[in-house]
């Protein structure tokens, strides 16, 4: 796998993200956006970015010029960063895929899915359910070593329930916008939505009132989200949030499903901010990457909370 680790060190972010982007319409529709959004949340480029640095304190001074809280580092989370996709059920053969894997391929979407394939044998599964997390764990081994990716568990962060569903389950749920009663046309600004944003537990949903701004309606759940991730603020909900005015870059999300329903970005705003921070999707008015205090939504959605945030907009821009 050293040999491995060596050959994943000579692609650059452009690279990874060409690759991606030609095994995107192979992948199965279930983990599309989420594969894209995954990618979003460990960009390679901020890793070499910390990488580069000479020392620990430089690293650490480098961090907090970058406003970086939470849980950034994929070594801290080699089982569980790609827990929402779908195909982290697999991750056990993937990961030993993986670890076993001495071919010579030089392309690396065909490196991808040579390995998907060896995967798919031992899951007894077909190849696009495997694309996502086979993709997820090359580059979690790029950015956190053959060592440390051989000595992780291999563990699969899922409930028995979430792991008995099947893809057209999970996206018929994604799919289903809340019934209004009869007259539910007639609701109008009324009318409720459910926003999940944990799918792998049946409690992670808070209720959005209809061209709400996603933040705010984050409120309604009132647990304490703090003591699970300190970002949160009490009272605030389960989204992290500094402002109201795209200014603090702690509520960016991704969309599993529901894009279309949320507002578009309005560029002076959301858009401008969104590329200082880093989180951009170049040229889509509906993003899957958005954040929660500027979209507004009219329908249900799926999201996720990725688990640290930053500014970090002219380290990862995009070629």
């Given at each position: 796998?050293?040999?491995?680790?060596?050959?994943?060190?000579?692609?650059?972010?452009?690279?990874?993200?060409?690759?991606?982007?030609?095994?995107?319409?192979?992948?199965?529709?279930?983990?599309?956006?989420?594969?894209?959004?995954?990618?979003?949340?460990?960009?390679?480029?901020?890793?070499?970015?910390?990488?580069?640095?000479?020392?620990?304190?430089?690293?650490?001074?480098?961090?907090?010029?970058?406003?970086?809280?939470?849980?950034?580092?994929?070594?801290?989370?080699?089982?569980?960063?790609?827990?929402?996709?779908?195909?982290?059920?697999?991750?056990?053969?993937?990961?030993?895929?993986?670890?076993?894997?001495?071919?010579?391929?030089?392309?690396?979407?065909?490196?991808?899915?040579?390995?998907?394939?060896?995967?798919?044998?031992?899951?007894?599964?077909?190849?696009?359910?495997?694309?996502?997390?086979?993709?997820?764990?090359?580059?979690?081994?790029?950015?956190?070593?053959?060592?440390?990716?051989?000595?992780?568990?291999?563990?699969?962060?899922?409930?028995?329930?979430?792991?008995?569903?099947?893809?057209?389950?999970?996206?018929?749920?994604?799919?289903?916008?809340?019934?209004?009663?009869?007259?539910?046309?007639?609701?109008?600004?009324?009318?409720?939505?459910?926003?999940?944003?944990?799918?792998?537990?049946?409690?992670?949903?808070?209720?959005?009132?209809?061209?709400?701004?996603?933040?705010?309606?984050?409120?309604?759940?009132?647990?304490?989200?703090?003591?699970?991730?300190?970002?949160?603020?009490?009272?605030?909900?389960p989204i992290p949030v500094e402002c109201r005015a795209a200014s603090c870059g702690t509520c960016w999300i991704g969309v599993l499903a529901g894009a279309e329903k949320l507002s578009p970005v309005i560029e002076r705003e959301e858009g401008r901010r969104m590329k200082v921070f880093g989180y951009t999707v170049v040229g889509e008015p509906k993003p899957i990457i958005r954040l929660a205090c500027q979209a507004r939504a009219t329908g249900?959605?799926?999201?996720?909370?990725?688990?640290?945030?930053?500014?970090?907009?002219?380290?990862?821009?995009?070629?």
């Amino acid at each position: 796998m050293e040999s491995l680790h060596g050959h994943l060190c000579r692609y650059d972010e452009t690279a990874w993200r060409r690759a991606v982007d030609v095994l995107l319409p192979e992948i199965h529709t279930i983990d599309r956006e989420a594969t894209q959004i995954w990618f979003a949340f460990y960009p390679l480029n901020l890793f070499l970015a910390l990488e580069a640095a000479p020392t620990p304190d430089a690293r650490a001074v480098l961090e907090r010029q970058l406003g970086l809280m939470g849980k950034w580092r994929l070594a801290d989370q080699i089982d569980a960063s790609h827990r929402f996709l779908y195909s982290h059920r697999y991750w056990p053969q993937v990961k030993s895929a993986i670890t076993a894997f001495d071919e010579s391929v030089s392309d690396l979407a065909e490196l991808m899915t040579r390995i998907a394939d060896i995967a798919g044998r031992t899951a007894r599964v077909d190849r696009d359910h495997l694309l996502a997390i086979t993709a997820a764990g090359l580059m979690t081994l790029r950015q956190v070593g053959s060592e440390a990716f051989a000595a992780a568990p291999g563990k699969v962060h899922l409930s028995a329930e979430a792991r008995r569903l099947s893809p057209h389950q999970v996206l018929a749920r994604r799919g289903r916008d809340d019934w209004q009663g009869l007259l539910g046309f007639t609701r109008g600004i009324k009318k409720r939505w459910t926003v999940t944003f944990d799918e792998n537990d049946p409690s992670a949903t808070f209720t959005l009132i209809n061209d709400q701004e996603i933040a705010s309606a984050a409120k309604h759940d009132t647990r304490d989200h703090h003591a699970i991730d300190p970002r949160c603020t009490p009272g605030e909900g389960p989204i992290p949030v500094e402002c109201r005015a795209a200014s603090c870059g702690t509520c960016w999300i991704g969309v599993l499903a529901g894009a279309e329903k949320l507002s578009p970005v309005i560029e002076r705003e959301e858009g401008r901010r969104m590329k200082v921070f880093g989180y951009t999707v170049v040229g889509e008015p509906k993003p899957i990457i958005r954040l929660a205090c500027q979209a507004r939504a009219t329908g249900a959605l799926s999201i996720v909370i990725p688990p640290w945030n930053g500014v970090f907009g002219k380290i990862t821009s995009r070629p």
